[in-house]
């Protein structure tokens, strides 16, 4: 059985030999046949990923247990 990645922005099933490749000075990309998004593989040395904010009006893990 051939292996299956989901796509963080379409959650569609797709066979990483299918994706194209993608870089830049900053980062190693695969395209996403399905939905023609960049998914991210590597940045590039020295390089850190952003931290992710909370959306407005989500509740916090701390704001869940209370």
Do not use: K, N, Q, W
């Not at 989901?6 to 099933?13: A, D, E």
């Not at 990483?16 to 395209?31: G, L, T, V």
Request: include cysteine; proline fraction near 11%.
């Amino acid at each position: 059985m051939p292996t299956r990645f989901i796509c963080p922005h379409c959650h569609s099933p797709v066979d990483p030999a299918a994706m194209e490749f993608a870089s830049s000075a900053r980062a190693c990309y695969r395209i996403c046949p399905v939905c023609d998004e960049a998914v991210l593989l590597a940045l590039a040395p020295g390089l850190a990923a952003a931290e992710s904010a909370p959306a407005l009006g989500t509740r916090t893990a701390g704001e869940c247990a209370a």
